[in-house]
């Protein structure tokens, strides 16, 4: 599925309140929370309010702590990015009922994340299940840390995001081509927000080459219900959960400026947040959040690969071409061969063939079937 353009007072009682920086930094420590960050050499970030004060990790943690709501803003892409919002994750546990939001799974998979945290606990499962290759794609190897925290401390894991389908419908024919069944999944309420909302929506449109038969409105309103669906539920959950904060896991241009997803979820439910940006080229900065985090990019171990490319015909997925060097091609696979499964795990299509790759490390042994002509070879090598 083509996924549309990501730019990128009740209850108030609930959890103790402060309108500003907490009086009192808890001592300063070089060692990062979690198991994750600490086995990748990851030390606690340091952040900057928009007042331009700079605050140690405790003390953003012992603020963070006196909200209801956490937007932590993530390029999807940057290992860094997923490891300080784990930080922060390990940081707020322990300091009451907590459960995490998700942007990147959608609603009708939260059976899939309950299943993984409160029952299996196979991350392979929850990918599967979830339909991972398929709706978000990205390395799950990037998010991981975060699930595996999760799983391990019983957390919650809350879908946040609305049926990519409905998404893609109204991007390409907008909400009148809703039937009443598909209306009936829209959220409550949805406001087009501020000037700035728009326009920045609009310098997106504009800088991209390929609009996918999306008019400016159209895409305009596949963002709204992105953000105002995931505001719905975030809502919902607060609401069905009066005793658990939540930390938002999303693209910054969900949560920068807080007129995506924040304010939107302010509109239904008025609670304390806080909105946490991370530092790159090209960030909005600090007056678009109340915390930005000075990070470094770091990049993930380089994965073990086939060295193929591959293509769906016909249901059938079959090598298109091989990468130099290629382990596929120097175990004699050829071009035009039909994949049939990859570790003894049936291959339908490119989303199955990642399923089996992704947690593979350069050297590790896989096993590959593939049909050529009318004969099924099985081939047993290392991935590069």
Same mark, same amino acid.
């Given at each position: 599925?083509?996924?549309?353009?990501?730019?990128?007072?009740?209850?108030?009682?609930?959890?103790?309140?402060?309108?500003?920086?907490?009086?009192?930094?808890?001592?300063?420590?070089?060692?990062?929370?979690?198991?994750?960050?600490?086995?990748?050499?990851?030390?606690?970030?340091?952040?900057?309010?928009?007042?331009?004060?700079?605050?140690?990790?405790?003390?953003?943690?012992?603020?963070?702590?006196?909200?209801?709501?956490?937007?932590?803003?993530?390029?999807?892409?940057?290992?860094?990015?997923?490891?300080?919002?784990?930080?922060?994750?390990?940081?707020?546990?322990?300091?009451?009922?907590?459960?995490?939001?998700?942007?990147?799974?959608?609603?009708?998979?939260?059976?899939?994340?309950?299943?993984?945290?409160?029952?299996?606990?196979?991350?392979?499962?929850?990918?599967?299940?979830?339909?991972?290759?398929?709706?978000?794609?990205?390395?799950?190897?990037?998010?991981?840390?975060?699930?595996?925290?999760?799983?391990?401390?019983?957390?919650?894991?809350? @879908? /946040?995001?609305? &049926? $990519?389908? %409905?998404?893609?419908? =109204? !991007?390409? +024919?907008?909400?009148?081509?809703?039937?009443?069944?598909?209306?009936?999944?829209?959220?409550?309420?949805?406001?087009?927000?501020?000037?700035?909302?728009?326009?920045?929506?609009?310098?997106?449109?504009?800088?991209?080459?390929?609009?996918?038969?999306?008019?400016?409105?159209?895409?305009?309103?596949?963002?709204?219900?992105?953000?105002?669906?995931?505001?719905?539920?975030?809502?919902?959950?607060?609401?069905?959960?009066?005793?658990?904060?939540?930390?938002?896991?999303?693209?910054?241009?969900?949560?920068?400026?807080?007129?995506?997803?924040?304010?939107?979820?302010?509109?239904?439910?008025?609670?304390?947040?806080?909105?946490?940006?991370?530092?790159?080229?090209?960030?909005?900065?600090?007056?678009?959040?109340?915390?930005?985090?000075?990070?470094?990019?770091? @990049? /993930?171990?380089? &994965? $073990?690969? %086939?060295?193929?490319? =591959? !293509?769906? +015909?016909?249901?059938?997925?079959?090598?298109?071409?091989?990468?130099?060097?290629?382990?596929?091609?120097?175990?004699?696979?050829?071009?035009?061969?039909?994949?049939?499964?990859?570790?003894?795990?049936?291959?339908?299509?490119?989303?199955?063939?990642?399923?089996?790759?992704?947690?593979?490390?350069?050297?590790?042994?896989?096993?590959?079937?593939?049909?050529?002509?009318?004969?099924?070879?099985?081939?047993?090598?290392?991935?590069?």
């Amino acid at each position: 599925m083509a996924r549309p353009l990501i730019i990128a007072a009740v209850l108030l009682a609930v959890l103790p309140l402060a309108a500003g920086m907490v009086a009192a930094p808890a001592a300063s420590t070089d060692a990062a929370c979690s198991a994750a960050a600490r086995d990748a050499d990851h030390a606690p970030p340091t952040a900057r309010t928009a007042a331009g004060d700079t605050v140690s990790f405790p003390r953003l943690i012992e603020t963070l702590a006196t909200r209801r709501v956490i937007y932590v803003g993530e390029q999807h892409d940057r290992y860094d990015h997923h490891l300080n919002q784990l930080e922060i994750v390990c940081g707020l546990h322990g300091k009451g009922p907590l459960a995490i939001g998700l942007e990147f799974f959608q609603t009708p998979f939260q059976g899939a994340l309950d299943a993984y945290v409160f029952q299996h606990g196979d991350l392979q499962r929850l990918l599967r299940e979830g339909e991972w290759f398929t709706r978000w794609r990205y390395d799950p190897r990037l998010y991981a840390p975060v699930f595996e925290y999760a799983r391990a401390n019983r957390i919650p894991l809350v @879908a /946040l995001n609305v &049926p $990519g389908e %409905l998404v893609s419908q =109204v !991007g390409t +024919e907008g909400m009148e081509s809703l039937d009443a069944a598909a209306r009936s999944r829209l959220p409550g309420s949805i406001d087009e927000g501020p000037a700035r909302y728009r326009a920045r929506l609009e310098q997106v449109f504009a800088g991209h080459p390929k609009h996918d038969g999306r008019t400016l409105e159209r895409f305009i309103q596949a963002q709204l219900l992105w953000d105002e669906g995931m505001a719905q539920s975030a809502a919902d959950y607060l609401l069905e959960h009066p005793q658990r904060r939540l930390v938002v896991l999303a693209g910054e241009g969900h949560v920068a400026w807080g007129d995506g997803i924040p304010d939107r979820l302010s509109r239904r439910l008025d609670v304390p947040r806080a909105v946490v940006l991370q530092a790159h080229a090209g960030s909005p900065g600090v007056a678009a959040a109340d915390f930005v985090i000075d990070t470094s990019e770091r @990049a /993930l171990p380089a &994965p $073990g690969r %086939l060295g193929v490319t =591959v !293509g769906d +015909e016909d249901g059938a997925v079959r090598i298109t071409g091989f990468s130099d060097p290629s382990a596929a091609r120097d175990a004699g696979l050829e071009t035009g061969d039909r994949l049939l499964a990859v570790d003894e795990r049936a291959v339908s299509g490119y989303a199955d063939v990642r399923l089996a790759l992704w947690h593979k490390a350069p050297g590790d042994p896989v096993t590959v079937a593939v049909r050529r002509g009318g004969t099924v070879h099985r081939l047993a090598f290392e991935v590069r």
